[in-house]
């Protein structure tokens, strides 16, 4: 059964750090992945995704996440993050053939002023 | 437009009590799906519909838990009776139509704490 790992559970950062969110997953073949947000009282948002084509994708608010297929990673990257980031992140992958969304565990993400 | 609508938002209820949560995807949506997030975990599924189909059950626990989408629209998911590890939240989601390349839209879930 595929698995995704991110090893990130609690993130602190101040504001205009930059921030890598680590995420890898154990299906060898086709992908889809995803990055998903929920903001303190919200639901999940979709940040993000990648389907196929060039590996660096870009999100909303700032976000990007590169897919490394040799590494079997896909992680999220903002350059100066903002108190408003604040939220959990959750990585998810669907692998190929299948419609099985399979998250991470998420990381939790604190930005102080 | 609107997004996934999901009632009620939050419910507190007696282990042994029956509880229902329903749920309203994104109109034109022909995927549904019911999720269970524990705390400090990501969502893991518990049913997927095609329209009024559950074509993937294998994560619902059935002795207790049923689900229905009746007209391929709207659904309703059924714990009965609850046990106290099922507290979570409950979250719906609806894609178009299933496949591969889909992005799932969430629902706000509902907060289930049995006592």
């Known amino acids: 059964a595929q698995s995704v790992s991110q090893h990130n559970h609690h993130v602190i950062l101040s504001e205009a750090a930059s921030l890598e969110l680590g995420c890898n997953y154990s299906y060898g073949g086709t992908v889809n992945l995803f990055w998903y947000v929920q903001y303190p009282g919200q639901h999940l948002q979709l940040l993000l995704k990648?389907?196929?084509?060039?590996?660096l994708v870009k999100g909303i608010k700032g976000f990007e996440a590169e897919f490394i297929k040799s590494k079997f990673s896909f992680n999220l990257r903002k350059p100066s993050v903002q108190w408003s980031d604040t939220a959990e992140y959750f990585c998810?992958?669907?692998?190929?053939?299948?419609?099985?969304?399979?998250f991470g565990t998420g990381t939790q993400l604190k930005v102080e002023l | 437009e609107a997004g996934v609508v999901q009632s009620p938002r939050y419910k507190i209820i007696e282990k042994k009590q029956p509880v229902a949560f329903w749920c309203n995807p994104i109109s034109g949506h022909n995927t549904l799906y019911w999720y269970r997030q524990n705390l400090g975990q990501g969502p893991e599924l518990l049913i997927r519909?095609?329209?009024?189909?559950?074509?993937?059950d294998s994560q619902l626990p059935k002795d207790r838990f049923s689900a229905e989408r009746l007209k391929g629209v709207d659904s309703t998911l059924k714990i009965q009776p609850a046990e106290l590890g099922d507290s979570a939240v409950y979250l719906c989601?609806?894609?178009?139509?299933?496949?591969?390349?889909?992005?799932?839209?969430f629902g706000p879930g509902t907060r289930l704490l049995v006592l």
């Open positions: 519909y095609e329209n009024e189909e559950a074509v993937d």
């Open positions: 990648y389907f196929s084509g060039d590996p």
């Open positions: 998810a992958v669907k692998n190929g053939g299948g419609n099985k969304l399979t």
């Open positions: 989601a609806s894609s178009l139509g299933g496949t591969f390349q889909e992005t799932q839209y």
